[in-house]
């Protein structure tokens, strides 16, 4: 019998003109279909790519399937072609005959199963062969389902559609974002590729855009998980809007032409754009994605404003590879965020030199703190009316043995980015009171402060642990020890900053808030916490009393803590005419170089000495 005979049916063969009319017969006849049936949405959407050295059994196939609901098909009758056929198209699903000359259907399904790129393709087998050693020969080297010539239409029209069904959900799994349902980086990546094979084959330009929120993760860890997903969904929802309305991105009609918008991982998203002429449009699709992301989001009842920042890479001129267009991006990222977060910025090769260094910096830092390169430095805290030092900042340094002394302004914010400051800001805490109680056997008691992060602040229970154990463990006294922190910690939970404060000034522990001045706080919102002394920011006091709205403000704020309860400090203070000032506004305490810099353990305690000397004579 011959595989013509083995069909189900022996139809006429299928004209051009015939195939033309059926289409349009069968268009006519769906106009009236609701297209938001999953099966014929799956159907009209799906591609079928067929395998047959017998034209009149594709013909036979395409017709049966057309009567399905099915529109795209790739054919071929040369089964060497076929692989290349699927490399190049990606088809939803293959069926193939297995007895072909020169090569079966199962030695093109060996070699799709041994590729990277087809491995997950579907693929039914047909053939006229019905013993059981070739069906489990087909299934061990992967095929997804086997339909035994002659065939049923209506059974292959059902095994197709289960077919492609349980593709359509291990695509959603594999491929797609589960929470907010965009492409994931895996796809992303994938159709990347195909796209910048396409550009590069038209000689056309493109680029991606690397979108990172801006201290997500903070708005993670201080509101939760929950919150964080929500978020995360309304940002991407917001994203989506953007670039579905851009006049700039995107070729309606064309699918090849539109851009892509994919969750990269975390709080990260990425687009690609696609024919880019001029940087200028770029350009203006990041600015729009900023001006979206502007606008407040209302989450879970709540109010917020989260911002973003964007690296731009663009091919061919910074790369022409996946890999390498991915990271110029991101390293384009990490220079919109050192330029002050919400903002954008193209990649530039300087760039990458950068990006190494920082790399080679972030390695070191990760081992600062088990190689003991930390060490404190003080800065005196000095009495304005007596000239008495009663009192120090500890300020955190990081010393490498071949980089030398790292600025606090390079190594702080990494700390921070790294998550590294949470170990590094306990270790200074057990530092000051370890170092504050052997120092009582030689000086009078004094206050040591030290600075506390936000992200210490978030994790408020190991915070207020790490201040009771290095109390109880040196033996300190909690009033000879002191917390600051900015401004900007007091506005973000206001209820649980409070409940942290309040254990934490039972343990006697001495409350201050850095840098006054900046955060935008107001002494009504002051009342709230239990705060000991306020410290005047340096941008108020550089120019007094030379300037007089400064000097009005240093004065207001004096008068208004000391009414709250509170002492002052002044920061910054290197000039003998800022310290009257301050002397005649009876400010409580200043720190800067016309005391003395900050300066390490030992030198501290000789200024100590020599000012308790210089006091006593």
Known sequence: MSKQENLARKPEPVSAPMQANRRADKASASATVDDSNDVSVMAAQSTIMMVDDEPIILETLQMFLEDAGYDNFITTTEPKKALNMVVLKKPDVVLLDVMMPEITGLDILKQMRSKEALKHIPAIILTSATDPETKLQALELGATDFL??????????LRLRNTLAAKAYQDRLLYYDGLTGLPNRRLFTRRLNDALVRAKHVAQACAILHIDLDRFKQINDTLGQNFGDALLKAVSARLIDCVRHSDLVGRPGNEEEETELSRFGGDEFTLFIPNVDRLEHATLVARRILKAMAEPFRVNARELVITASIGIAVCPTDGDSVDTLLKHAAIAVSHAKERGRNTYQYYAKELNTRSIERLTLENHLRKALENRELFLAFQPKTEVRTGRIIGAEALLRWKHPKL???????????????????????????????????????????????????????????????????LETTGLKGKYLGLELTESILMENPDEIVRTLKTIKDMGVKISIDDFGTGYSSFSNLRTFPLDELKIDRSFLNDIPDN??????????????HGLGMGVVAEGIEKQEQLDFLRDRDCDEYQGYLSSKPVIASEFLTLVAKNMKKLAD
């Open 404 to 470: 030398g002394l790292i600025p606090p302004d390079e190594f702080i914010p990494l700390a921070e980015e790294m998550d590294l400051i949470v170990p590094f800001g306990e270790w200074a805490i057990y530092a000051v009171c370890t170092l504050s109680k052997r120092w009582q056997s030689q000086i009078d008691p004094v206050c040591v402060s030290v600075n506390v992060s936000s992200r210490q602040f978030h994790k408020s229970d190991r915070l207020m642990l790490t201040v009771r154990n290095a």
């Open 548 to 561: 007089t709205d400064d000097a009005a403000i240093v004065g207001a704020i004096i008068a208004m803590a």
């Open 148 to 157: 035994a010539k002659p065939v049923d239409p209506s059974e292959l029209a």
